[in-house]
């Protein structure tokens, strides 16, 4: 990811504006008008993960609930955007003051505050690509990312459908990434809905 480009998600639905992008983003927001790099998988993704594993725990010791990898980087053999992605739970991710200074001080920079979207806020390591999710701990949306992981980590089909989908959308100009994941929803609605079904998992 360019560190201009922004972090992006795949659980909203539709496109924003640029307003609407502004108004969640901590900082600038640099339009990205060009196409998504989408890299071969690689052994040492899970290696960074436990790097900047490492950095959260120590920055946070007991307030780390939860802390796993997620995202293409999290999938083996799977095409991804070379950025890492990870999910934290604490116990109240709308408390900022208990965790993001602490963070600051290990690398990480907040850069997208959701109040209306499971309080949820991401980070980003300075030196490192990433994306570090915020929830709070037991929100439904944690058991999405991971049910998705999981689903597709087992499940070569689906693996596939999704790596496909990728390179064919990574491969046009977007504006904004978000856009790019966005124009993914549709897929991984499909396939995380299978993945909540047979998991018995209500979303």
């Known amino acids: 990811m360019s560190p201009t480009s922004g972090p992006e998600h795949d ?8 307003a609407e992008l502004a108004a969640v983003t901590v900082g600038e927001v640099t339009p990205l008008n060009g196409t998504i790099h989408l890299a071969l998988p690689d052994p040492e993704w899970p290696t960074l993960f436990s790097r900047l594993a490492a950095r959260v725990r120590g920055a946070l010791s007991q307030n780390v609930l939860l802390l796993e990898h997620v995202g293409s980087t999290s999938i083996p053999g799977l095409w991804a955007k070379p950025v890492i992605d990870m999910v934290l739970a604490v116990a109240d991710s709308s408390d900022e003051a208990a965790y993001v200074p602490c963070l600051e001080q290990q690398g990480f920079r ?3 505050r959701e109040p209306d979207w499971f309080e949820h806020r991401l980070l980003q ?3 490192t690509p990433s994306n570090l999710h915020v929830f709070t701990v037991e929100c439904a949306e944690i058991g ?3 049910a998705f992981r999981d689903w597709l980590r087992r ?3 689906d693996r596939q459908l999704y790596e496909q989908t ?3 959308l990574a491969a046009q100009t977007w504006r904004h ?3 790019y994941a966005d124009a993914k929803s549709d897929v991984t609605q499909q396939i995380l809905r299978r993945a909540l079904t047979s998991n018995h998992v209500i979303s």
């Open 166 to 168: 990728k390179l064919r």
């Open 144 to 146: 999405r990312m991971l």
């Open 11 to 18: 659980n909203i639905s539709g496109s924003r504006s640029d």
């Open 125 to 127: 390591c300075i030196d």
């Open 110 to 112: 907040l850069r997208i």
């Open 177 to 179: 990434l978000q856009d």
């Open 155 to 157: 499940h070569h089909e």
